[in-house]
């Protein structure tokens, strides 16, 4: 079975500030897909990345980063440089091939103070 | 632009009605998904399809059941609704080349 944690329950920070969001995966197929899923206070879950498991460049998209390690099992998220509009409840996912079904860890709450 | 759309945004039923989430979806994905969130637990899969009439358990299936007809549609039901179903539920549908996409969830309050 799979199973996604995210020890963080909840973040505080102040503007400018980087912040890491931790996620450690459990799978034993060697064919899976990591998400990450941003959820504003409006409740749309926002798609932020995809990676699958043979792909383990970090990978950087302006502000936001990631960090996959299969030897430690973790898909790490880090805002560098943190704003108001990043605070959010973050979450992280896995699937295996074929985009069959989602397991989501419990979610770490963003909150980013002016 | 491609998209799941959910018949309501928010709902308010009384305890020990049937109720019916509507879930559409524009992209001609195979897979679809019901997933339900409560804070501090994240996101549970209640069932999923993946074709026409076909359905598979989730996580937490007890109280629900789903029905797909149609390819496009897929609606979860709620038998008998309890206070314990309050609850954001959210569909999605996927496809191998495509992802993921969700709908903007339904804030289901049961009274």
């Known amino acids: 079975a799979q199973k996604v944690t995210q020890a963080q329950t909840e973040i505080s920070v102040v503007e400018k500030e980087d912040v890491t969001l931790d996620c450690v995966y459990e799978?034993?197929?060697?064919?899976?897909?990591l998400f990450w899923y941003k959820q504003p206070p409006s409740g749309e879950l926002v798609f932020l990345i995809r990676?699958?498991?043979?792909?383990?460049q970090n990978e950087i998209s302006g502000r936001y980063s990631w960090n996959f390690q299969k030897s430690t099992s973790s898909f790490n998220f880090t805002i560098t440089a943190s704003q108001v509009v990043d605070s959010a409840v973050y979450f992280c996912a896995l699937s295996l091939t074929g985009f069959q079904k989602l397991v989501f860890g419990t979610g770490t709450r963003l909150l980013v103070s002016p | 632009d491609v998209k799941v759309t959910q018949s309501s945004r928010y709902l308010v039923k009384r305890t020990g009605e049937k109720v019916f989430l509507e879930c559409v979806q524009d992209?001609?994905?195979?897979?679809m998904f019901w997933y339900r969130q409560d804070p501090g637990l994240g996101l549970r899969l209640i069932y999923f399809?993946?074709?026409?009439?076909?359905?598979e358990k989730g996580d937490i299936p007890e109280g629900y059941s789903v029905s797909r007809e149609k390819k496009e549609r897929f609606s979860l039901i709620l038998e008998s609704a309890s206070t314990n179903q309050t609850s954001m539920y959210l569909c999605?549908?996927?496809?191998?080349?495509?992802?993921?996409?969700f709908g903007s969830g339904t804030r289901l309050t049961v009274v």
């Open positions: 999605a549908s996927s496809e191998t080349r495509a992802g993921y996409t």
């Open positions: 399809s993946y074709d026409v009439k076909m359905k």
């Open positions: 992209m001609d994905h195979e897979n």
């Open positions: 799978t034993r197929d060697t064919t899976y897909y």
């Open positions: 990676r699958n498991s043979f792909d383990e």
